[in-house]
């Protein structure tokens, strides 16, 4: 048998697979370095004089969207558990702020400590109910833990019922682009780190098959519970910002059912189960979506639609997982895989 | 005669309320391969996984080397001596062989306890030492059962459980795997195997026991099986 991989011809003459493999060994052995240049790179805009505007919005809600996308990421794509509830852990990050800053008059950061208490409380009496279950169980289950939790707070007097929260004397907006940067680097970095220590593997096992992952002798509860209160965490501080960066906060803006589904197309289109996917997916899509607000106001949503459908039918592996798998392929043949028995001929011409 | 290791003594087990074994009574000694035959869903990888705590025991006893172990927690198991190597393949494709052979081996508390074993096994498993940065996702079918084997001596188990390990193999790769098996039964590791290739794993095997609906129906050498003419004409398609 005869394999020739060598099917489109442009795309690698320019950037034959080897080539690709190599630049993904370069990246994954300085990922470290990676991460500070785009911090360097992120904070460079206010030095040259970026300091408020659109662009400074929309810069902001970038870094915020990339932090939602990687928390989802560390349960949907990292530990296989796709949950259509993460903004909910945004919504009471975004209250607890909302109230301790308005109703308690503490201050921004002390308050955002608060906000981090509430939500880890609430992601651990959660998750040990919903962590049990598995797939599309574990999908509607989450699902239905954001719309109750948005009908509380739309119930309760202390977070201003249906009309919510006015945030006056908020912090400039210049705070909020350093903060949603500098909660994009840790998260980017801690998440990095734990994909190469034995947490990380773990929960890609279970990923891969929790039955399989329970036979080689983990507790998967823990593992499954810690990475649930991780991705709670840095979406409960996103959340707890957002709220005075946005000087408004309402039972439809904290658990915004639209931006769960955005932050889920993100991951998907930037790569899931990576570090770099999820940012590269939150960077790419919402330059795309506030494109289309502000040139075809309206359709965003359809939008969002069409983009969804169209990666999960086409490029279900996201950019990131695309390319991995492109730069993968010749492994498979080379390296005498399945499709490379002893006793048949395989042609690895590149 | 050898000292049992592995005893069920009136063994009911199953899932929630369906019990899918019947009085199950099985001994296996030390140092031996022990094989398990029957039809298909006859409860063969149930009596498994209720020895390994992945079904519901609701009676009986199951002791390994006198320590009662009846509905521990597979972590228990494993920390106790024992491993299991699921049916089909149970390799994690994204991972590399290394990266697979330290999940085996995550459950010690030392990381560096965990790669020193590995390089002793890549030691006894020289093709997997060559392989090591590979994604197992691209292994062959016989290299990845190489690699479940390889993984679950992590632990440098007295008793090893191997769930259908003939399964979706080649004949040549089963002839492999099953040299492998009287390989690590040689260095000393108890073996109590399910297979579906009957004739395969009885003639490996120094004990045998033929399961049908969730019963023991017969047990004897291997050879005695092979050559019973009941068991021959029910279960080996002879």
């Known amino acids: 048998m005869s394999t020739d991989p060598d099917t489109s011809g442009l795309l690698r003459s320019i950037l034959p697979p080897k080539r690709l493999d190599r630049l993904f060994d370069l990246c994954g052995a300085h990922g470290w370095k990676l991460i500070g240049a785009g911090a360097v790179v992120g904070a460079l805009?206010?030095?040259?004089?970026?300091?408020?505007?659109?662009?400074?919005?929309?810069?902001?809600?970038?870094?915020?969207?990339?932090?939602?996308?990687?928390?989802?990421?560390?349960?949907?794509?990292?530990?296989?558990?796709?949950?259509?509830?993460?903004?909910?852990?945004?919504?009471?990050?975004?209250?607890?702020?909302?109230?301790?800053?308005?109703?308690?008059?503490?201050?921004?950061?002390?308050?955002?400590?608060?906000?981090?208490?509430?939500?880890?409380?609430?992601?651990?009496?959660?998750?040990?109910?919903?962590?049990?279950?598995?797939?599309?169980?574990?999908?509607?289950?989450?699902?239905?833990?954001?719309?109750?939790?948005?009908?509380?707070?739309?119930?309760?007097?202390?977070?201003?019922?249906?009309?919510?929260?006015?945030?006056?004397?908020?912090?400039?907006?210049?705070?909020?682009?350093?903060?949603?940067?500098?909660?994009?680097?840790?998260?980017?970095?801690?998440?990095?780190?734990?994909?190469?220590?034995?947490?990380?593997?773990?929960?890609?096992?279970i990923r891969d098959d929790e039955g399989k992952a329970t036979a080689m002798g983990f507790n998967t509860t823990y593992y499954k519970t810690a990475a649930w209160m991780l991705a709670a965490l840095f979406t409960g501080l996103a959340g707890g910002a957002y709220g005075l960066f946005n000087t408004f906060l309402d039972p439809q803006t904290a658990y915004n059912g639209a931006w769960n589904v955005e932050l889920i197309a993100m991951a998907l289109m930037g790569g899931t189960g990576t570090v770099a996917g999820p940012v590269i997916g939150a960077f790419g899509l919402h330059t795309i979506i506030e494109y289309v607000e502000s040139s075809f106001v309206g359709w965003q949503l359809v939008l969002l639609g069409v983009a969804i459908i169209v990666t999960v039918i086409r490029f279900p592996k996201g950019v990131v997982g695309t390319l991995r798998a492109y730069a993968n392929e010749m492994d498979y043949y080379e390296r005498g895989g399945m499709a490379a028995t002893d006793d048949e001929e395989v042609t690895t011409d590149e | 005669m050898a000292e049992p290791i592995l005893e069920m003594e009136h063994v009911v087990a199953g899932y929630g309320n369906t019990t899918v074994l019947h009085d199950v009574n099985i001994e296996i000694e030390d140092g031996q391969i022990a094989c398990l035959i029957g039809p298909n869903g006859s409860g063969k990888s149930t009596l498994m996984k209720s020895i390994y705590g992945f079904a519901d025991v609701m009676d009986g006893t199951i002791t390994l080397r006198d320590r009662e172990i009846t509905g521990r927690s597979p972590q228990e198991n494993l920390a106790n001596g024992?491993?299991?190597?699921?049916?089909?393949?149970?390799?994690?494709?994204?991972?590399?062989?290394?990266?697979?052979?330290?999940?085996?081996?995550?459950?010690?508390?030392d990381d560096d306890r965990a790669l020193a074993r590995a390089e002793e096994l890549y030691d006894e498993f020289p093709i997997l030492g060559d392989i090591r940065d590979q994604q197992a996702g691209t292994l062959s079918g016989g290299q990845r059962r190489l690699l479940e084997l390889a993984r679950a001596l992590m632990v440098d188990p007295e008793v090893m459980l191997l769930d259908e390990p003939s399964i979706g193999l080649e004949p040549k790769f089963i002839d492999d795997v099953f040299e492998r098996i009287e390989q690590l039964n040689e260095l000393g590791t108890t073996i109590l195997l399910v297979e579906q290739n009957a004739q395969k794993g009885l003639s490996v095997a120094d004990r045998g026991f033929v399961l049908a609906s969730g019963e023991i129906k017969y047990t004897g050498s291997g050879e005695e099986l092979l050559n019973d003419e009941e068991v021959g004409r029910l279960y080996l398609g002879g």
């Open chain 1, 45 to 205: 805009p206010p030095v040259f004089g970026l300091r408020e505007g659109y662009m400074m919005t929309v810069l902001s809600e970038m870094f915020l969207f990339a932090i939602l996308a990687l928390s989802w990421d560390i349960v949907g794509g990292q530990t296989g558990y796709p949950s259509f509830g993460n903004m909910a852990f945004f919504g009471i990050g975004g209250y607890a702020t909302a109230i301790l800053v308005k109703d308690a008059a503490v201050s921004f950061p002390i308050a955002m400590v608060g906000a981090v208490v509430a939500v880890l409380v609430f992601a651990a009496i959660n998750g040990l109910i919903v962590l049990r279950l598995r797939g599309h169980y574990f999908a509607i289950a989450t699902l239905g833990i954001l719309l109750a939790i948005q009908q509380v707070t739309r119930n309760l007097d202390i977070t201003g019922g249906a009309s919510g929260k006015i945030l006056f004397d908020v912090p400039p907006g210049i705070v909020f682009y350093y903060f949603f940067l500098a909660v994009l680097v840790v998260e980017m970095a801690v998440v990095y780190y734990l994909t190469q220590t034995r947490f990380g593997f773990i929960l890609n096992a």
């Open chain 2, 82 to 109: 024992m491993s299991y190597v699921l049916q089909d393949a149970s390799v994690f494709p994204g991972m590399s062989v290394h990266e697979n052979m330290l999940m085996g081996g995550y459950v010690f508390e």
